[in-house]
């Protein structure tokens, strides 16, 4: 299905519009969760970097990784209001609305049509774990500059401006320290591909960025020292490693929240796609593969983690999808239940275990074989009406 016409600033506009109005509106009725009844919450590591450089504490009592994520808590305190969730709810409405023109000139660039590109805004934004409800529901978080910043490194990369790679680095890493291993997939493919096909210019500059993502890392790591000493990315992804092999259903509960990360559009570009695809998107492929390997491994967050890559994984799936009118009808008919629109969740601190539910990574087995059901449903139809037309051009 191709658009007669290409996208241009009103849809930026219309889409910065219908995103503070799904704001406002959002702030109404999805309440933040008390993040401080229970110390699983990421919220409780970032309120004391926050309390840091707010000038509220002189000790930096924050564990590894977020003792490095400082961008975030740091610009939310130079915010003017007294109460800590109101600065991070603006910070996250400003980068909120930021990323939409970036989507949409990066969708173009990479040749998306209208149609695929608000398709992909609308899932992104309003998808209970997306920009809007998943961070108004926990909005003490770093997760929504990472919008920005991840379609800014697909921008440099697609139009190979080494120049704002290099300036973004630092800043991505300061993020979130999740920039290093993206780096470092993209050295091994398509860097060494690039050496072997003379483009030594770029293999270089991809190699500069790690080590000036590294090096980031490091010295950030080295002003701001995490509590928990002895801790880092190798330690912990040992040791989910080992979680997983000691628990193998927890494959099952990944792959239904993977399901529910991205529906349709997920089953469809398997039932369509040969392996081949990965090689041909030599950029946003191992962005997407890392992010898939971030899911499973970085940690118990499953949905929420696969999601956080939705701008390379939503761009590389729209990009490789092909679908009549009917079939795109299909798709969203069952995807949209994965999206809660009408439901809010709920608060993680007072009604924990409600909120797993949500979750299919924490969800009990009732709840469990209500998410295998929808990932069989979502998987059959994709298998039967969603593959690729014969004469349907890409």
Request: glycine fraction near 6%.
């Amino acid at each position: 299905m191709k658009s007669g016409k290409i996208y241009s600033f009103t849809d930026v506009i219309l889409a910065m519009a219908l995103t503070m109005g799904g704001f406002m509106l959002f702030n109404i009725y999805q309440s933040p969760l008390q993040h401080s009844l229970n110390p699983l919450f990421d919220a409780n590591q970032y309120e004391k970097a926050y309390a840091y450089f707010r000038g509220e504490s002189t000790d930096y009592p924050v564990n590894y990784p977020f003792s490095v994520r400082i961008l975030v808590p740091w610009l939310a305190a130079q915010l003017p209001f007294e109460n800590i969730i109101d600065n991070f709810k603006a910070l996250n409405l400003c980068f909120g609305l930021a990323w939409i023109p970036l989507w949409f000139m990066v969708a173009k660039r990479i040749g998306i049509d209208r149609f695929k590109a608000w398709a992909g805004w609308f899932w992104i934004t309003f998808h209970w774990v997306g920009v809007l409800k998943g961070n108004l529901s926990d909005p003490i978080t770093v997760d929504v500059p990472l919008y920005c910043f991840q379609l800014l490194l697909v921008y440099a990369l697609w139009s190979q401006r080494w120049g704002l790679l290099l300036l973004i680095t630092p800043l991505m890493t300061i993020q979130k320290e999740s920039i290093l291993p993206l780096l470092l997939a993209l050295v091994a493919f398509p860097g060494i591909s690039l050496w072997r096909n003379h483009q030594k210019k770029a293999f270089f500059f991809l190699v500069g960025a790690f080590l000036v993502s590294l090096l980031s890392l490091k010295l950030t790591g080295h002003l701001f020292p995490p509590a928990n000493t002895g801790n880092n990315g190798a330690v912990n992804l040992f040791y989910n490693t080992l979680g997983l092999l000691g628990h193998p259903d927890l494959f099952l509960h990944w792959i239904c929240s993977i399901t529910v990360a991205y529906g349709g559009f997920l089953w469809a570009f398997v039932r369509q796609q040969q392996l081949s695809s990965f090689y041909n998107q030599k950029w946003l492929a191992p962005l997407t593969l890392t992010y898939a390997f971030f899911s499973l491994f970085a940690g118990g967050d499953f949905t929420r983690i696969a999601f956080l890559g939705s701008p390379f994984i939503m761009l590389f799936l729209l990009k490789e999808l092909a679908l009549t009118r009917r079939q795109w009808i299909i798709l969203l008919c069952i995807s949209l239940p994965a999206m809660r629109l009408g439901e809010f969740l709920p608060d993680g601190g007072a009604a924990f275990e409600k909120w797993k539910t949500w979750y299919p990574e924490y969800a009990p087995w009732k709840w469990m074989v209500i998410y295998a059901l929808y990932t069989v449903v979502v998987a059959a139809v994709s298998w039967k009406w969603l593959k690729k037309p014969k004469n349907l051009l890409d």
